[in-house]
Nanobody, 127 residues
Framework: QVQLKESGGGLVQAGASLRLSCAASGHTFRNYNMGWFRQAPGKEREFVGGITGSGGSTYYADSVKGRFTISRDNAKNTVYLQMNVLKPEDTAIYYC????????????????????WGQGTQVTVSS
């Protein structure tokens, strides 16, 4: 059974940092894109960022570019999301995703066809 387990969420003040982790089990993702999505109350789930299987390329939503960094450790089957300079608008449930396609259009990155989802971890940023 494939599982993606997120950790590291919490309540922080604006300007602070958080690091999310996503540990995968039941499947090796080293050859697949992994990444993060988020869903704020009353809004649709949106792509935050992704990283290729080798870790050689990363893609980010325009709203988090320059503040968030995705990395992965294939030996641990784990992907990370380092979030800096957090803003209240970053408040959402953050979901880890495994095996999906990434494409870009006019410089903006998008993702589709996610095969695996984690349960999500809450990130709340107070002003």
């Amino acid at each position: 059974q494939v599982q993606l387990k997120e950790s590291g969420g919490g309540l922080v003040q604006a300007g602070a940092s958080l690091r999310l982790s996503c540990a995968a089990s039941g499947h090796t993702f080293r050859n697949y894109n992994m990444g993060w999505f988020r869903q704020a109350p009353g809004k649709e789930r949106e792509f935050v960022g992704g990283i290729t299987g080798s870790g050689g390329s990363t893609y980010y939503a325009d709203s988090v570019k320059g503040r968030f960094t995705i990395s992965r450790d294939n030996a641990k089957n784990t992907v990370y999301l380092q979030m800096n300079v957090l803003k209240p608008e970053d408040t959402a449930i953050y979901y880890c995703a495994g095996e999906f396609s990434i494409y870009t259009r006019t410089g903006t990155a998008y993702a589709r066809e996610v095969a695996y989802w984690g349960q999500g971890t809450q990130v709340t940023v107070s002003s």
